[in-house]
C-alpha cells in the first residue's frame, strides 16, 4: 500500500495528471490488498472458530479494523472518483478547477463518519477523536489505512501460521501415541503398574488439551521475531509439543527395552545363574585356600571369606517367575539391577581370594628367588662355598616348613642373597695348576 505526496501550492494541470494517475494506482494497490485480505484462509478461520484469550481480544479488535479499513477505502474511492469528475469536465481545466482539485487531492476534505467509533474498538490506533466523523487528507487516509491494514495482517498471519503448523503435527504424535500405548499394553506396561504407562496417561491429557488451546487461541503459541517490520514475523511456540514429543520418545525406547527383554529372557537368565556360579565356587575357594593359608603360613593376617548373599538367589528366583507370567515390564528393571550385582558379586569372590592367597603367592616368589640365585651361584662354581651352603639350607628349612613364618623366612633368603651377591662380585685367585687362561678372570 502507498503513501501520497505531501500537500503543496496550486497543482497545475501536469500535477493534477499525474496526482490522479497516482492516486489511480495505489487505488488499485489497495484494493487488492484489502480482496487478499477478505479471502485469506486464516481470516475465515477465525471468522469460523470459537476463539479464546488472547486471540479473542485480537480478533475482536481486527474485525473492527478490518471494517473500518474497508469505510476508510470506500472514502478514499468517493475522493478519486469527485477528483476525476472535476478534471473530466473540460480539457484544459480552469483555474477554479484546479484550485478545487488541489483542495481535494492535497487538503483535509475527506469526511469519514462514524470513524470515532471503530476506531475506538480498534486499538491499533492511537490518540483516536472523540467526533463522530473526522476530516483527512488522502496522505492521512492512506496512512491510517497501511496502519490498520498492517496491525490486521500481522494477527491473521501469526493465527494461520500457528494453525498450519502445530494442529497437524499434534495430530500425527497423538496417533503415534495411540501405537505406543497399544504395544505398551501388550507387554503390560499399564497406568498404575508401570511409570512408563502413568507417563503415556499424561502425554495424552497434555496433547488433548495442547491441541483445544492452539484451536481456541493460537496466538497464545505465537513467539514474535523481536525487530522484524514484516506480517507475520515471528514462529510457532512449540516448547510444550517438544517436551511431550522426548517424554514418548523415552517411553518407546522404554518398551523397547522391556520386548528386547521378552525376547533373550531366558538367555539372559542363564547368564545370571552362571555368574553367580562362578561367583560361590570362587568364594568355595577362598575359604578353602583360607584354611591352607591358616595351616602353612604362621604370623600373618588372613582376611575372613564371606558367604554369598542370599538376596541375589531370591531375586534371581522372582525374576524367573516374572518370566514365567509374562510379566516383562517387572521382568526388564530387575534383571538390569541383577545383572551389575552379579558381576560385582564375582569381582568381589575374586578380590576375596586374591586377598586370602596373598601370603602363598609371597611365600611363592621368596622360594623362586631363592632357588634363582642358588642356581646363578652355581654356574659361577660357588655351590660349595660353606657359607652359602649354611644360608641356603636356614633359608630353605624356614620356606619349606609349616608353619612358615614369612617375615622370618624373608630375612633369611634376604642373607643369602646378599651373601651370594657378595662372593659373585670379589675377584677370584686363580688355581696353582689351573689353565693358564684362568688367571686374572673375575665373576660378577
Not at 494541470?13 to 485469506?40: C, K, N
Not at 538367555?267 to 562362578?278: E, G, I
Not at 552379579?342 to 603367592?361: G, I
Amino acid at each position: 500500500m502507498g503513501v501520497t505526496d505531501p500537500a503543496g501550492p496550486v497543482m497545475d494541470r501536469d500535477e493534477v495528471d499525474r496526482a490522479l494517475a497516482r492516486l489511480g494506482a495505489e487505488h488499485e494497490a489497495i484494493e487488492t490488498s484489502l480482496l487478499a485480505l477478505q479471502d485469506h484462509a486464516g481470516r475465515r478461520l477465525l471468522e469460523g472458530a470459537a476463539l479464546t484469550g488472547v486471540t479473542k481480544e485480537r480478533w475482536t479488535a481486527a474485525e473492527a479494523a478490518i471494517t473500518l479499513l474497508w469505510t476508510y477505502f470506500d472514502a478514499y474511492a468517493d475522493a478519486l472518483r469527485s477528483a476525476r469528475e472535476i478534471r473530466a469536465r473540460r480539457r484544459w481545466s480552469s483555474r477554479e478547477d484546479l484550485v478545487e482539485l488541489t483542495e481535494l487531492l492535497r487538503g483535509e476534505c475527506v469526511t469519514v463518519a462514524g470513524s470515532a467509533t471503530a476506531t475506538a474498538n480498534a486499538p491499533t490506533l492511537h490518540g483516536g477523536s472523540s467526533k463522530l466523523s473526522e476530516q483527512f487528507s488522502l496522505v492521512t487516509l492512506v496512512d491510517r489505512m497501511n496502519e490498520l491494514y498492517a496491525g490486521s495482517l500481522d494477527m491473521v498471519v501469526a493465527a494461520d501460521a500457528v494453525w498450519s503448523a502445530l494442529p497437524a503435527r499434534i495430530d500425527l504424535l497423538a496417533a503415534e501415541l495411540q501405537r505406543t500405548r497399544k504395544l505398551a499394553h501388550s507387554v503390560g506396561v499399564r497406568p498404575g503398574e508401570h511409570p512408563s504407562g502413568d507417563d503415556l496417561e499424561r502425554i495424552t491429557r497434555t496433547l488433548t488439551s495442547l491441541r483445544e488451546q492452539v484451536i481456541s487461541d493460537p496466538l497464545a503459541f505465537w513467539v514474535p521475531t523481536q525487530g522484524s517490520s514484516a506480517p507475520g514475523g515471528g514462529r510457532p511456540d512449540t516448547r510444550v509439543y517438544d517436551r511431550e514429543a522426548r517424554a514418548l520418545e523415552d517411553v518407546r525406547r522404554e518398551i523397547d527395552a522391556v520386548l528386547t527383554v521378552r525376547q533373550d529372557a531366558e538367555a539372559r537368565l542363564v547368564k545370571l545363574r552362571d555368574v553367580l556360579s562362578r561367583a560361590d565356587r570362587t568364594l568355595a575357594e577362598a575359604r578353602t585356600a583360607r584354611g591352607e593359608v591358616l595351616a602353612k603360613i604362621a604370623a600373618t593376617e588372613v582376611p575372613v571369606v564371606s558367604g554369598p548373599p542370599t538376596v541375589l538367589q531370591e531375586q534371581l528366583a522372582t525374576a524367573a517367575e516374572y518370566r514365567r507370567h509374562a510379566q516383562w515390564h517387572r521382568l526388564s528393571p530387575l534383571l538390569e539391577t541383577l545383572e551389575q550385582k552379579a558381576e560385582d558379586e564375582l569381582l568381589r569372590a575374586r578380590e576375596s581370594l586374591t586377598a586370602v592367597t596373598a601370603p602363598l603367592a609371597v611365600r611363592a616368589e621368596l622360594r623362586g628367588r631363592l632357588d634363582a640365585y642358588k642356581a646363578k651361584v652355581a654356574r659361577h662354581g660357588l655351590a660349595e662355598d660353606t657359607l652359602l651352603v649354611e644360608r641356603y639350607d636356614a633359608a630353605r628349612r624356614m620356606l619349606w616348613s609349616a608353619p612358615c613364618d614369612l617375615r622370618v623366612a624373608e630375612q633369611a633368603v634376604l642373607r643369602y642373597q646378599y651373601a651370594a651377591t657378595e662372593l659373585l662380585r670379589a675377584p677370584r685367585v686363580p688355581e696353582q695348576d689351573g689353565p693358564e687362561e684362568r688367571r686374572g678372570e673375575t665373576y660378577s
